[in-house]
């Protein structure tokens, strides 16, 4: 308990000399006015204020993704948690991640910490219709795949195009019909017998991941 406390320690001293480096006002947590507000959440004896996450705009998004790229839209992803680990992976895998205005969990303090702070590095689109999405994604030359627990082709030897764009939906629901009907390709992702999905985070990791894999092949 020693080691892991003075870890702990260690941690939050350089996170203390990071921000100050960085200009931000750096206080004890318990004597700031809004420390009352923290009840309740784990923050691990760190936490700050920061100004309203806004995200970024396609038109800002498109111009940055190469020959060769990915882009994740996410179709009635409710649960905080997932939506963090989903937009981790997705920053892992250079890939863009696409919310919609309605349907999908807000980017808040709990997704913040599930991405390990991904939010703030991958290139995340807010407030989208996944719909039309779909259409300008494909005036750039990307190809639509909705991943599906049950049936499609299987990733392991699905040719990817270039610029692949993947939508992912709910645990409970999966890819809406209407999205799925405009999608070039369904991809699944085969299992044993007995094993009917995956955890939304891991799906979305291995799609982002055999996409990266099949590029860095044939580079």
């Not at 890939?95 to 703030?120: D, I, M």
Request: charged share 20%.
């Amino acid at each position: 308990l020693h080691k892991v406390q003075k870890t702990a320690s260690r941690r939050l001293e350089q996170l203390k000399q990071a921000a100050s480096a960085a200009g931000i006002f750096v206080e004890p947590l318990n004597e700031a006015p809004w420390f009352p507000a923290l009840e309740g959440f784990s923050h691990q004896g760190a936490a700050g204020i920061t100004e309203p996450y806004t995200g970024m705009l396609l038109g800002e998004v498109l111009p940055k993704l190469g020959e060769v790229g990915s882009v994740l839209l996410l179709d009635g992803v409710n649960d905080p948690q997932n939506l963090g680990a989903v937009i981790r992976s997705a920053a892992a895998a250079g890939a863009a991640v696409v919310l919609p205005k309605h349907g999908t969990a807000p980017v808040n303090c709990t997704v913040h910490k599930a991405s390990a702070g991904a939010t703030y590095r991958a290139s995340v689109v807010l407030g989208e219709n996944l719909s039309q999405t779909v259409d300008r994604l494909k005036e750039h030359d990307f190809w639509v795949v909705s991943l599906d627990p049950r049936e499609g082709e299987s990733i392991f030897s699905f040719d990817f195009p270039r610029r692949t764009a993947f939508i992912v939906g709910s645990e409970e629901r999966g890819v809406r019909k209407k999205l799925r009907e405009k999608s070039d390709f369904g991809l699944t992702i085969p299992m044993q017998e007995g094993v009917e999905s995956l955890n939304l985070g891991v799906s979305t990791a291995l799609a982002l991941y055999f996409f990266r894999a099949h590029w860095e092949r044939n580079a």
